[in-house]
């Protein structure tokens, strides 16, 4: 039985990489399209589009997901994509935004809204939540192996035409007018800088923190989106209690 039990452990493990795996390969893909549809589809010719195929390259992410990222955004096997942003309520009446990339809006709409209905929660309707987020420019830059003090990252921020930098252990978080992000990102580049994230993301003004017998529910719910293959980003004005997270 050990040994059954062992398999089970290890199966268990992968089964969760696998799915984690998945998760950013999604997220890439979303960012691919995103950016060969702004842009076009010559990375030669779309810096956005190079540092988000360096992301993918670095995640190890196979090159038909890659292409089919690139496919989507051109156009190309007949389907169009559009992208969709749904608006509702998790079981203790957070707000949650939920941004889709699909070819079936109908299908997309009924999985999103039984997804809030099986855990408790309502989607709304447009404006129903959305006025409760910010959106802004969002830059990443790990600080491993940079040799860059904090005041230096936050002059050359500043400088690029960054409006607010948050510092962590790990990483310069720089924040910036959403028109403004582009602009930014390259001035920083030109700087040296080499970026982990780039792009434009609704933040929530205040957060609510969800009760301790709602967050299984609230849970499952943000769960079975980030299951749905068309879901591509999920924003929360909550947070979990530290006793479940």
Request: hydrophobic share 35%; no cysteine; glycine share 8%.
């Amino acid at each position: 039985m050990s040994g059954h039990s062992k398999w089970h452990n290890i199966q268990g493990r992968k089964n969760a990489q696998d799915a984690k795996r998945g998760k950013i390969f999604q997220k890439i893909s979303r960012d691919l399209y995103q950016a060969a549809k702004a842009g076009g589809p010559d990375p030669d010719g779309n810096p956005q589009l190079r540092l988000e195929m360096d992301k993918a390259r670095a995640a190890n992410m196979p090159k038909d997901n890659i292409k089919r990222a690139l496919d989507k955004a051109s156009g190309l096997g007949g389907a169009k994509f559009e992208e969709i942003t749904y608006e509702g309520y998790g079981p203790a009446g957070t707000a949650i935004m939920v941004a889709a990339l699909t070819d079936n809006k109908n299908r997309t709409a009924a999985a999103v809204r039984s997804a809030f209905t099986h855990h408790g929660g309502a989607l709304g309707a447009a404006g129903s939540v959305s006025y409760m987020f910010d959106r802004k420019g969002f830059i990443v830059i790990l600080r491993d192996g940079l040799d860059t003090d904090e005041d230096t990252m936050l002059m050359d921020a500043l400088d690029a035409g960054a409006d607010d930098m948050e510092t962590t252990d790990d990483e310069f978080k720089i924040y910036t007018d959403p028109s403004s992000e582009v602009a930014v990102r390259d001035a920083l580049q030109d700087k040296g800088y080499s970026l982990d994230t780039a792009e434009v993301r609704m933040f929530p003004q205040n957060t609510t923190e969800v009760p301790e017998n709602k967050a299984p529910q609230y849970q499952g719910l943000i769960e079975e989106l980030e299951n749905n293959d068309d879901v591509s980003d999920i924003y929360e004005a909550a947070v979990l209690p530290d006793s479940v997270e």
